[in-house]
Every structure is written in C-alpha cells, then in structure tokens.
C-alpha cells in the first residue's frame, strides 16, 4: 500500500485540507494517525510513516470535517503552522537592474542573444490606455499623439509581458520578407499587421525560437516568456521550460493583483486569438504532497520533481491557485466576449506557442488533483508553483 498525500495550506488563515489517497476499501481496517510532524498509516500488516517538510506543523486536535470520499480517499480540514520563507526570486528580471551588467539568453535553449549590457535606465512602461488617459487629464491637445515610446541606446523599458531594448549589438536574426516594421504602416488592416508581425519576428540563431518581434529599426521586444536575464558569469543556470513557464506567469499573476486589483485575466495570442481565460483564486497557497512516484503509485502527483529524494519524502511548493478555461477551436465564445467587454479583466499578451504550452501546463495539473478539486463554478482548478 502506498499513500498519496495532498496538502492544500493557506497561509493567511493557517488552515489546510488535507487528503490521503490511499484505496482504503481494499485494505480495511486502517489506522491513521496524524502528529504535528509526520503522518502514520497502518494497515493489516502494512505500516507506512510519512514525515512532513521541515517547518510544516499540523495541529492533531485541529481535526474536523472527517468524511471519506469515492475516489478521493480520507478529507480532513487542520490548522497548520508554516515556518517557510516566502521570499520569491523573480525567474526573468533578477539581474534586470540599471547599472549591473547583464547577459540575455535563449531561454529555450540558453544561446547568448545580447552580450554583455549595462542599462542606464530600466523603466516601467505606462499601462496600455495611458493614452487615453492623458487625453482625459490634458485640457491641451496631447503632446504624446501619435508618438511610441522607445528605448534610447542604453534604455531598457518594462512593458506587461515583453520589454524593449535597443537593437544595437543584438546577435538575433530577425526573419524578414521585405515588408518594413509595422509601426511604419497606421493604415495596416488586421490580415496585413499579422503579415508584418510575421516578417518582423525576431528568432535564436541556434534553435529558430520566436523571441520577440522588431517594432522599429532601432527597437526590439523581446517576450519575458521567451528569455532569461542574468549576471555577466560564465555559467549560466538553465530552468526546465514548464518551471520557467509556470513561475513567470504565476509571479505576474500576483504582480498584476497586488498593483492593480485585477484577479482576471484574458490570454491572448500574438495572432488575436484568446486561448485561456484566468481567475486568480489564491495567491498565499502552499503545497505539501507526495514527489513523483513510479507508474504503480499515481496518487497526487502535482509538480514535475528531478530530484533523487526518498519515494516518500514530502516536498512544499509555494504555489497559486487559479480557475481557468480554455478557449480553443471556438469553446466559450460568449464567455470570452463577456470577459473582452469588462473593465475588470486585464488582457495579457503572449506568443500563441507559449499560451498552447500554458494551457498543457494547467491540464496536467488539473489532472493530477484529487477528482473531487478538479472543478469549481464550472471553471477547471489549477496550481501554479512559485
């Protein structure tokens, strides 16, 4: 017998659910004992011990809301204490500093796409309807009308999900037909502007990944999703593709609420189409569960682990929880244009790959919850970890 364990920990309010997946109709009768460190589960002549994290403590007496669940295995909800760092690294932009030197990699495959830079200035970019914006407080005509921002030579500019750097010594080829950047054509209709993305992408010389796009002749965006940003070593440290994926997106997730109170978010293409629509449900979420097991034993397993820990060894991820839908080959077109049509739901633009990989992202996760989390209010439940 081998025992699945979900934790589901909220920090705010120390309180957890936690389940044990194991078949109890075919091992009857077990014995569970729960301490503040370790679970115990005894079944006939079977005895499994499971030691939680270290700074992971349950309180036993806490215990209520006991059932048994087809499918799921034993429920129980428990006050928990938590003595683990929160303290996040952000995945892309931690060397992304003015004045520190700094090296841009692909992030696919860890080619050096912009040696050595030292940026003067690294700014934040106003919002997308900070246009209208000044229309509404100038009582003048707007000094900014038909202007874009771009970045001088030693400028880096930060926008939602890309930023933009100037072109010169960039060791990226761009894929060009002919066609100029589209910045230089207002009059481009939707058909045509796709075109001019098209012929504008910029790519990695060593693997052809979509990196960003060239908006001018002097300007680059270069997508966060696509690249890595770190000190000038001669190391540089590579992240699995879904690692890297799910801490980006999860850190702007919680980036977006903290600044902007905005918990829901459309996902778009860089082609226009809308491929996940996002609800950010928790965002002070710890994950305590079993590591990856073997085919035999498929209870619970979350999280990719490359690690060489004990088959039964508990790991804690920090984590969010969001609801989600997908949106391909026309699902939810109504709730889509419901979404598109409020003030409250913030549009984030990524490359259509990146959002097709997101979306397999949150289907695995989906999938490997206990059957009775997976669904809530007709959305699909997800976890990103931090």
């Given at each position: 017998m081998e025992t699945g364990v979900f934790l589901e920990v909220r920090r705010e309010s120390q309180s957890a659910l936690l389940i044990l997946g194991c078949q109890l109709e075919e091992h009857l009768p077990v014995?569970?004992?729960?301490?503040?460190?370790?679970?115990?589960?005894?079944?006939?002549e079977h005895c499994e011990t499971i030691d939680l994290p270290v700074g992971v403590r349950i309180a036993p007496s806490s215990c209520r809301g006991l059932q048994y669940v087809s499918g799921d295995g034993l429920h129980m909800r428990l006050r928990v204490q938590v003595d683990i760092s929160t303290k996040l690294v952000p995945a892309w932009n931690s060397s992304l500093q003015a004045q520190k030197c700094c090296v841009f990699y692909c992030q696919s495959c860890g080619d050096n796409i912009m040696k050595e830079r030292v940026f003067l200035r690294v700014l934040p970019l106003p919002n997308e309807n900070w246009s209208s914006l000044v229309e509404e407080w100038c009582c003048h005509p707007d000094p900014f009308a038909n202007r874009v921002l771009q970045p001088c030579h030693d400028d880096c500019f930060l926008g939602d999900t890309y930023l933009l750097v100037n072109a010169s010594n960039e060791s990226c080829v761009p894929e060009t037909k002919g066609d100029q950047p589209e910045s230089s054509h207002p009059t481009l209709t939707n058909n045509s502007t796709l075109?001019?993305?098209?012929?504008?992408?910029?790519?990695?010389?060593?693997?052809?990944?979509?990196l960003g796009e060239r908006v001018s002749s002097e300007t680059v965006k270069y997508y966060i999703t696509e690249i890595m940003v770190q000190p000038a070593v001669n190391d540089i440290k590579m992240i699995p593709r879904s690692q890297f994926l799910e801490s980006v997106i999860s850190q702007h997730l919680v980036a977006f609420t903290s600044t902007r109170c905005t918990f829901r978010f459309c996902l778009q293409g860089h082609d226009g189409k809308t491929y996940i629509l996002l609800w950010l449900l928790n965002s002070d979420t710890l994950l305590v569960e079993s590591t990856r097991k073997s085919s035999s034993g498929s209870d619970f397993t979350l999280f990719e682990n490359s690690s060489t820990s004990k088959p039964r060894s508990l790991e804690a991820n920090n984590a969010i929880k969001i609801l989600y839908h997908p949106c391909t080959k026309f699902c939810n077109k109504d709730l889509v244009d419901e979404w598109l049509n409020d003030i409250g739901v913030h549009v984030l633009t990524l490359p259509s790959k990146t959002c097709l990989e997101l979306l397999v992202i949150l289907t695995l996760s989906n999938g490997s919850l206990p059957p009775s989390l997976r669904c809530m209010n007709s959305f699909q439940v997800a976890f990103l970890r931090m």
């Open positions: 014995d569970i004992s729960v301490t503040p460190t370790l679970l115990e589960v005894k079944a006939a075109k001019s993305k098209e012929n504008t992408r910029v790519t990695c010389k060593r693997c052809k990944a979509i």
